[in-house]
């Protein structure tokens, strides 16, 4: 398999976009935008994410007993390109708080506190699995399964899908997208 058909085969696959930060022993921030967030494991509560073996966070990461994932919101790409930007002070900009004593991005979907499990490496990448010791979500009064149109209001994900940034369109552009040709659209 040749590296570009894969490349393209896996752009193909959208994939939720988060901001990874962790400190190293010294208390310095290391942060990176990853797009291979998955959940593991309900019981116990374990997430998955993938760095590549050359980035600067990979060796603070085998090491950090703790890291904060922050999952981001549709209009939050600034955030997200400013942290896979390289050689750039990606804590200089705005848009970050603290969770857990780690920086955190303010307006994502989730905040995720994550304890260190294990470290795989794969190839040219190791896989990232973190238990999650805590978790934030944006409407701390909402119950934990909204109606579809409250998840409208609170926004959808950031996606990365095809090499470059998407968001989910409303549900009624679902339906306006899905209804068959000549249908009435709808209003609301």
Partial sequence: MDAETFRAAMARIAGPVAVVTVRDPDGVPYGMTVSSLCSLSLRPPLVLFCVAATASCHPVLRTARRW??????????????RFAAKGEDRFAGP????????????????????????????????MVVG?????QLPLVDAPLRLPE??????????????????????????????APRGAPLPTG
């Avoid at 969770?99 to 979907?109: D, E, M, N, Q």
């Avoid at 238990?131 to 978790?135: G, K, Q």
């Avoid at 998407?166 to 552009?173: E, K, Q, T, V």
């Fill in 149 to 178: 149109a409250q998840l409208d209001a609170i926004g959808g994900p950031l996606l990365y899908h095809a090499r470059g940034y998407r968001s989910l369109a409303p549900a009624a552009a679902h339906e306006a997208l899905s």
């Fill in 95 to 126: 848009g970050l708080d603290a969770f857990g004593g780690l920086p955190a991005v303010r307006g994502s979907l989730a905040r995720l506190l994550c304890g260190y499990e294990q470290v795989v490496p794969a190839g040219d990448h190791s």
């Fill in 131 to 135: 238990r999650v010791l805590e978790a």
């Fill in 68 to 81: 904060c994932v922050s999952v981001l919101a549709a209009g939050q790409e600034d955030v997200a390109r």
